[in-house]
C-alpha cells in the first residue's frame, strides 16, 4: 500500500510552549488511524498543524502528503489537495449561508484541480445526494453555516462538508463529543461510506466508543507530544479499561 | 418637518446621500422605516430625529455605513418618546477600512408619559485595519418606570477562527474576508421591501469591498 501521509520528527508549539515533541507517523492509502490519548497529550495540535493553523508554529520536522511538502502550502491549498479536518467546534459563520459557503468551497478545490466549477444546477443536486447519505434536512441550504445548529447538527455538518470534498485526507477531531448514539452511529456510517481504497482518516478520540463504529486499523497512544505506543483496535479496548495513567 | 398622519406607514430609503437631515414626527398608531446605506461616500452625515408625539407608534432606523481611504461618515439618530405605547428599533453598522472615520451618536428620551414603551438600539461596527476609528456614544435618557429599553455597542474584527475554518475548506482568505464582510452588511440591506433595489444593493456591495 503506497504511502499518503508522512510525519518525521514533528515539533510545534503554541506561544512558545511546545506540544508535540518528535511525532513520527506513516499513514497509507485505505487505512484508518486512531489517536488516542490523555487531555493536552498534544492531539488537536497535531490536527492544527496539519492543517497549517496559524496559532500554532512548527520548529522541526517534516510533513509529505503524496510526496509534496505540506508545510510549505498555506491552509487553503492543503485543503485543495486534500485535506479535511471535521472541527472539534465547528465555527457559527453568520450570515453565510451553507450553499454560499459549500458551492465557493467546491468550485476553488475543482478550479485547483483544473476544472470547470459546478453549475448551480450541478451542485445543487450534489448537496442533495450527499445530505440524503446524512438523513439531513432539506432547510440546510439557507440557513448560515452551523449558526443555531445543534451539537449533533454541527458534527453531523463537518462529515456533510467531508462528502461533498472528497478528501483523501480526513481528519476528525473528538468528532464523537456531544453527540448522542444515533447522531454517533449516522456520522460513523457516513464516515464509513466515504472510505475508499485509495483515502485515509485519522480518528482522533479520548474514548474507544467511535471505534465501535468506526473500526481503525492502527490505534496510536500520543502522550506528553509523542507517539509512546501503537497497536491495533485491541489497545483502544485495553486504554479503555485501564486509562492513561501508565502515559502520564 | 415631515409629519406621518394617524395610521400612516411609511418606508424610506437613502442610499449614498451626502446629507441627510430628517425630522420626523409620528401621529397616533403610525409606523415609520428608515434605511440608510452609505457604501461610497467621501464625507457623509446623516441626521434624524423622530419624534412619537402619538401613541402606539413604531419606527424602525438602519443605517450601513462602508468607510473607506481616509473618508469620514457620522450618523446622528434621536428618538424621542414623548408619549406612550410606542416602539422603536436602531440598528447601526458601519463597516471600517483604511484609515476610514466613523462616529455615531444615538440619543434615545423617554419622557415620564411615554410608559409602556419598548425601546432598543443596537450599534456593531468592524474594524478591517488598524488606522480605522470608531467613535461610538450612545445616550440614555429614561424618565419613565414602565418600559423596556437596551442598547448595545461592540467594535471588532473579522473572526480569525471563521476565516481559519473557512480555509480549511479550502476558500482563499480574500475571499474568505469579502463573504465576512458581505455577511455583516447584508441583513441591513435586507430590511430594503423593494426586492430590486434589494438585490442591485447586493449586486454590487461585493465591488465596494477592498482588499
Known amino acids: 500500500m503506497s504511502e ?236 479503555e479499561e485501564k486509562g492513561y495513567a501508565e502515559f502520564e | 418637518m415631515l409629519n406621518l398622519n394617524k395610521g400612516e406607514h411609511k418606508e424610506l430609503v437613502f442610499i449614498n446621500e451626502p446629507n441627510l437631515d430628517l425630522h420626523i414626527s409620528q401621529a397616533q398608531d403610525s409606523s415609520l422605516r428608515i434605511i440608510v446605506i452609505n457604501v461610497s461616500p467621501i464625507h457623509q452625515f446623516t441626521s434624524i430625529e423622530v419624534h412619537h408625539v402619538g401613541t402606539g407608534c413604531s419606527t424602525e432606523i438602519y443605517v450601513l455605513a462602508y468607510v473607506k481611504n481616509k473618508d469620514c461618515v457620522r450618523t446622528c439618530t434621536r428618538v424621542y418618546h414623548d408619549v406612550g405605547g410606542g416602539q422603536s428599533k436602531q440598528v447601526i453598522k458601519y463597516v471600517l477600512a483604511d484609515e476610514g472615520q466613523g462616529a455615531f451618536l444615538g440619543e434615545l428620551k423617554i419622557l415620564p408619559d411615554a410608559q409602556k414603551v419598548s425601546a432598543e438600539q443596537t450599534n456593531r461596527n468592524l474594524l478591517l485595519s488598524e488606522e480605522a476609528t470608531m467613535r461610538t456614544q450612545p445616550q440614555m435618557e429614561i424618565y419613565a418606570d414602565d418600559v423596556k429599553a437596551s442598547h448595545g455597542a461592540t467594535t471588532g474584527q473579522l473572526d480569525e477562527s471563521a476565516l481559519f475554518y473557512m480555509q480549511q475548506r479550502g476558500i482563499d482568505p480574500q475571499t474568505a474576508r469579502r463573504m465576512l464582510v458581505v455577511a455583516f452588511m447584508q441583513d441591513i440591506i435586507l430590511q430594503i421591501s423593494d426586492e430590486k433595489i434589494r438585490e442591485q444593493l447586493l449586486q454590487s456591495i461585493d465591488g465596494v469591498i477592498e482588499e
Request: net charge neutral; aromatic share 6%.
Open chain 1, 4 to 239: 499518503l501521509l508522512v510525519i518525521k520528527n514533528l515539533h510545534a508549539s503554541i506561544q512558545d510552549k511546545e506540544i508535540l515533541r518528535g511525532v513520527n507517523l506513516t499513514i497509507g492509502q485505505g487505512e484508518v488511524h486512531a489517536i488516542m490519548g490523555p487531555n493536552g497529550a498534544g492531539k488537536s495540535t497535531l490536527s492544527a498543524v496539519l492543517t497549517g493553523n496559524p496559532q500554532y508554529r512548527v520548529t522541526e520536522g517534516e510533513i509529505w502528503l503524496k510526496g509534496k511538502n505540506l508545510l510549505e502550502m498555506p491552509p487553503e491549498q492543503r485543503a485543495r489537495e486534500g485535506v479535511f479536518l471535521s472541527f472539534q467546534y465547528p465555527v457559527e459563520i453568520p450570515g453565510v449561508s451553507m450553499v454560499n459557503f459549500m458551492r465557493t468551497a467546491v468550485n476553488e478545490k475543482r478550479k485547483y484541480e483544473g476544472k470547470e466549477p459546478l453549475s448551480a444546477t450541478e451542485f445543487l443536486r450534489l448537496m442533495r445526494e450527499k445530505k440524503k447519505m446524512l438523513a439531513m434536512a432539506d432547510k440546510l441550504n439557507n440557513r448560515s453555516v452551523n449558526e443555531g445548529f445543534s451539537g449533533g447538527e454541527k458534527k453531523k455538518n463537518e462529515i456533510f462538508q467531508m462528502a461533498m470534498l472528497e478528501p483523501c485526507l480526513s481528519i476528525l477531531d473528538e468528532t464523537d463529543s456531544g453527540l448522542d448514539i444515533d447522531a454517533l452511529r449516522i456520522v460513523a456510517d457516513g464516515v464509513n461510506m466515504l472510505k475508499t481504497p485509495e483515502n485515509a482518516s485519522i480518528v482522533i478520540t479520548h474514548y474507544q466508543r467511535l471505534l465501535d463504529y468506526i473500526v481503525p486499523d492502527f490505534v496510536h497512544v500520543l502522550a506528553n507530544g509523542r507517539i509512546v505506543k501503537t497497536g491495533d483496535k485491541q489497545l483502544a479496548l485495553e486504554l
